[in-house]
């Protein structure tokens, strides 16, 4: 079953991990996809890997997303997964005492400034039909403290928040754009791979890693695409400003070790 068949996507972030995913099933499922990606030459080979379409975009810069929306005028689903940690350049601090002014605004620019863009783009790609459905990539840390990663918790539940003020303005609007925050938790993606290395103890840093999830694993991107292929169908044209966190079960509360 094609479930986006004849549907434009755009997902940002694409090159690789969870974007990744989510561009290989919408394909999978039918959809017109456009990767895009501000790291050209990974974005455009996994494009042509899924015979999709790419196209180069940084999603804090504004003059991107216009120059996004004459190439791409009308859409039907809009992903809005591109973002970073903070620590893609080595370990720096990111607490709320010693976070630099900086390094705080280079994290929300790409994730929380880039989904603003992201959203509006998306309001205006869809309204000419008045349907249409956004997902916005948060996270487990947009609902939870992460006391040394700060800019990045926050930024997260600025989304969280943000997409639930989207979902409101459009229905207020008449249209039937959904908007609605994916919340991943510990996702086996390559931003893991430093802490996890590939040394005989690999194995153990895994289960050290996710010791406090009641599933005792990692998440799969394929499981993160699974839920988005959801929300973007004719499944899901009821459900909207709301939430769904991938997390093994890590948010329910307390689970008892099994006997």
């Not at 974007?19 to 499922?29: D, H, N, P, V």
């Not at 939870?144 to 700060?150: E, R």
């Not at 103890?201 to 799969?220: H, N, Q, S, W, Y």
Request: proline share 5%; glycine share 10%; hydrophobic share 45%.
């Amino acid at each position: 079953m094609q479930r986006l068949t004849g549907k434009t996507c755009v997902i940002t972030g694409a090159a690789r991990g969870i974007g990744y995913a989510i561009a290989a099933r919408f394909q999978a499922e039918g959809g017109n996809v456009i990767l895009t990606d501000m790291d050209v030459e990974a974005g455009a080979a996994a494009a042509e890997s899924i015979d999709a379409r790419f196209l180069p975009l940084d999603v804090g810069e504004e003059a991107e997303w216009r120059r996004l929306a004459e190439a791409v005028p009308v859409a039907d689903v809009v992903v809005n997964n591109a973002g970073i940690t903070g620590f893609e350049r080595g370990m720096v601090p990111h607490d709320p005492e010693h976070a630099n002014l900086a390094d705080w605004r280079a994290v929300h620019r790409v994730n929380l400034d880039g989904t603003f863009l992201g959203c509006r783009y998306a309001i205006g790609a869809m309204k000419p039909r008045g349907d249409g459905s956004i997902i916005n990539i948060s996270s487990r840390s947009g609902m939870v403290g992460i006391p040394g990663a700060a800019a990045y918790a926050a930024s997260k539940a600025a989304i969280r928040n943000h997409s639930k003020s989207v979902a409101l303005y459009c229905a207020q609007q008449g249209w039937r754009i959904r908007c609605n925050s994916i919340h991943p938790a510990a996702i086996l993606t390559p931003i893991w791979e430093p802490m996890l290395g590939d040394g005989p103890d690999r194995a153990e840093r895994m289960a050290a890693l996710v010791a406090d999830t009641p599933l005792k694993r990692f998440g799969t991107v394929a499981e993160v695409a699974a839920v988005a292929a959801m929300l973007a169908s004719d499944e899901a044209t009821y459900v909207t400003g709301t939430e769904v966190t991938i997390d093994g079960g890590l948010l329910a509360g307390s689970a008892a070790t099994p006997g």
